[in-house]
Every structure is written in structure tokens, then in C-alpha cells.
């Protein structure tokens, strides 16, 4: 089970995924379902409930997973055991332990208050890696430093603007020693004007000069030939995509969307001390 990784990387989950293009057509939704843990005191009037309550525990643990929300609502929910809190405009649950909390709808999440666990995403991380492990070395548009610390698999569209705010600062990322592994997912799907464009570039002889002239309003050679945009794209879906860009750590963690270069090499720092062994005591004496 993979923790949370302190509040710095939930509030990259919440706020990086609003730093992504939607899949045709849902923008609207994806922007709805991802804000509520990214509302800030100020915004709202906050629901001040007796302490002790399960309402009061509710609180508690929103406030666990993330001290910035504002709980505006919180009363009992429509099923027994759990309560119903309004954040951002959205409805979560808790149970009425205050131990897990629910996010429903597209990016939402099942998370563990106490441990700071986000459920969901330790069962679809494993999932997500075997997928993302199917594409070749050969099918990816890879922009690597010399000896790149960190590698990341990034879901992208040559037309979203995160996606090309994205590249536009691939030398940043390069020169902070992570690998950016593109992937193909054009967001308008199978057989759009966005997937013709794709394929032409995964098809070009220059596929790294392709995809930034592409990202960069700047023609691209219509062309055809095997190429695996549509593979991508399944796997794509497959993986949880909501938005581009999806940026995917190897061990099948979403980071988000757009992420900074400097806050994507601190969470990917973050993951390595993390997954380091402890260090072995040595004997007394």
C-alpha cells in the first residue's frame, strides 16, 4: 500500500489535476471533481460541528488529508455509517469513525484519513504500472538527460495546453535528472484531426523534432505507417487517463497533470526516500 506522501503530494494530486486537458468532452466534469480539497480558508464559512461527533469527526479528517479544505456542510449521509461533507462545492462522504473518506466521481479517490492512504490509488498504481510496462522503449518519445535520476511516463496531446506548457520547460526537467517517456493520447480519439496529427509524428524519422514542431503550431508531414497511438490510447484509458497531460512515476503512481519541473523532482525525490530500505542497525557492542 502506498502512502500519501505527506500533504505536499495530495495537493499535487488535487491541484496538478486541474492543470490538465480533459478528455473530449468531459472538461467541465473533470475540473468539478477534482477541486474539492483545493478550496482555501477564506472562500467559505466552515461548519463548525459539537466536538466529539461524527460530524466533528468528519472534519477532522478532511482536515487530516488536507488542512487547506474548508468543510462548508456536513450532516449524515444516505447510507448508515457514514457522513456527507460539502468541500469546494462537492460532496465527499466519511465514515462516522472519521476514518475513511470518499471522493466520488471521475478522479476521485477512497482514502484512509488515519494513514494518510489514498486507497484507490495503491490498487490502481499496480494495475497502472503492468499497463504502462507493455509499451516499448521504441514506442516512446523519450527526452533524458545524460544519467537521468528519475524517469517519468507522460500521456500526452499535441493540442492541450498543459501538455505543451509541459514541454515547453523539457530542458528544465532534463537538466533536474528526470526522464520524460512521452506517450501517445490524443484526446479527441480514434480517427480525429488531433489522432491523424499523432500518428504523423510518431511516424516521422525525427519523432522528438516532430512533437515539438507539433506543440508548437508548426507543420508536421502528414504521414502513416505502424505506430502504436492507438495501443497508447487504449492503455490510456485502461490506466484511470482523466486529463492530459497524465504524468506516471515508475511504480505506477499518478503524480497529476502539469507539474512544475522543480515540485515534480521534489515528489519524485520524496518517492525515492520513501522506498529506500531502512538502514540496518548495527549490533551492540
Excluded at 7 to 29: D, T
Aim: hydrophobic share 40%.
Amino acid at each position: 500500500m502506498r502512502p500519501l506522501r505527506s500533504s505536499l503530494v495530495l495537493a499535487a494530486l488535487a491541484v496538478a489535476s486541474l492543470a490538465a486537458c480533459a478528455k473530449v468532452p468531459s472538461e467541465a466534469a473533470t475540473a468539478k471533481a477534482t477541486a474539492p480539497l483545493t478550496r482555501t480558508a477564506g472562500s467559505s464559512v466552515e461548519a463548525k460541528p459539537v466536538a466529539g461527533t461524527p460530524e466533528a469527526r468528519a472534519v477532522d479528517a478532511i482536515h487530516a488529508l488536507e488542512p487547506r479544505a474548508v468543510v462548508e456542510h456536513v450532516s449524515a449521509a444516505p447510507i448508515p455509517g457514514f457522513r456527507e461533507a460539502v468541500v469546494g462545492g462537492q460532496v465527499t462522504y466519511v465514515s462516522d469513525d472519521g476514518r475513511y473518506m470518499f471522493i466520488p466521481g471521475p478522479g476521485g479517490a477512497l482514502y484512509d484519513a488515519q494513514k494518510k492512504d489514498n486507497l484507490t490509488e495503491a490498487s490502481l498504481s499496480g494495475l497502472r504500472q503492468k499497463l504502462v510496462q507493455q509499451i516499448p522503449a521504441s514506442d516512446r518519445i523519450v527526452f533524458a538527460p545524460p544519467a537521468p535520476k528519475h524517469r517519468v511516463t507522460v500521456f500526452t496531446d499535441i493540442s492541450c495546453g498543459f501538455c505543451r506548457k509541459f514541454h515547453s520547460q523539457i530542458a528544465e526537467y532534463n537538466a533536474l535528472g528526470i526522464e520524460v517517456d512521452y506517450v501517445a493520447f490524443p484526446r479527441a480519439g480514434i480517427g480525429s484531426d488531433d489522432y491523424r496529427q499523432m500518428v504523423s509524428v510518431w511516424c516521422a524519422a525525427d519523432r522528438k523534432k516532430a512533437l515539438t514542431d507539433a506543440k508548437n503550431d508548426r507543420p508536421v508531414p502528414q504521414r502513416s505507417c505502424k505506430n502504436p497511438v492507438d495501443m497508447e490510447y487504449d492503455i490510456g484509458q485502461r490506466s484511470g487517463l482523466t486529463g492530459t497531460p497524465m504524468v506516471i512515476a515508475d511504480d505506477g503512481t499518478q503524480l497529476g497533470g502539469y507539474v512544475p519541473p522543480e515540485k515534480l523532482r521534489d515528489i519524485l525525490d520524496q518517492m525515492d526516500t520513501k522506498a529506500a530500505p531502512a538502514p540496518t542497525a548495527k549490533p551492540a557492542g
